[in-house]
């Protein structure tokens, strides 16, 4: 079992979205991500699950695994769950996988733990 967390400033998620626009959501979330995420809390929620699970995998965002191959989707309960991209899985086995999403105070959290 492998876990990783993040924790990101919601401001500074903010200030990117006001400065780079769409170029920077386009820059670590699908186009349906982005249809789930309409408040700039869940925004930084969705950049703090990204690394962590990244971090869990082992290599963090690089060019072994980028913010696109990691996606993001809700069940029907609404609760948070990823998956990787064919390139991705080639390169990571995972048998089972859990990801929690928060944010309160001006920062998002986020704890993914992956059994491979």
Known sequence: ??????????????NSINKFGDK????FLTKE????TSRVESIAGY??????????LG???CSELR???IIIYKDKKNAPHF??????????????????????????????IIIN
């Open 67 to 69: 913010f696109h191959d």
């Open 1 to 14: 079992m492998k876990v990783g967390t993040d924790i990101t400033v919601v401001s500074r998620i903010e």
């Open 24 to 27: 920077f959501l386009d820059k």
């Open 33 to 36: 991500e982005q249809k789930l």
């Open 59 to 61: 290599c963090g965002i």
């Open 83 to 112: 998956k990787l991209s064919t390139k991705a899985k080639k390169n990571h086995n995972i048998k089972s996988s859990s990801l929690s999403i928060a944010h309160d105070g001006g920062v998002a959290i986020a704890v993914a």
């Open 47 to 56: 950049w703090a699950a990204k690394e962590a699970i990244a971090k869990a």
